[in-house]
């Protein structure tokens, strides 16, 4: 059984920057495809974006690209998002998820794993 913990998010202004970090226990995380997911109140569950196991293939959400970097530290069963220029309408509970296989994939149903979530909050 894997167990993902996120941390870092927090309230900052619009502009700044956060870094979130999912730390991955229980399982062999080099093998995880990770994502990283948000819900806003009101709204479903998207996927701002993911990275292959294998760390060379990333994917951003279309309205995240230029701003949001994702990366993973196999060493220390870690993946990040680092969130840049953030905007109002980037405040959710994200989440990070992982699942096995070759492939990431952007419904969530895929993703067998998954953290707490952790809020970030963008003031205009």
């Known amino acids: 059984q894997v167990r993902l913990v996120e941390s870092g998010g927090g309230l900052v202004q619009a502009g700044e920057s956060l870094r979130l970090s999912c730390a991955a226990s229980?399982?062999?995380?080099?093998?995880?495809?990770m994502g990283w997911f948000r819900q806003a109140p009101g709204k479903e569950r998207e996927l701002v974006g993911g990275?292959?196991?294998?760390?060379?293939?990333?994917y951003y959400a279309e309205f995240v690209k230029g701003r949001f970097i994702i990366s993973r530290d196999n060493a220390k069963n870690t993946v990040y998002l680092q969130m840049n220029s953030l905007k109002p309408d980037d405040t959710a509970i994200y989440y990070c998820a992982a699942r096995p296989g070759p492939s990431m994939e952007i419904a969530p149903s895929r993703y067998i794993y998954w953290g707490q979530g952790t809020q970030v909050t963008v003031s205009s």
């Open positions: 229980g399982g062999t995380f080099s093998s995880l495809n």
């Open positions: 990275i292959l196991w294998t760390g060379d293939n990333i």
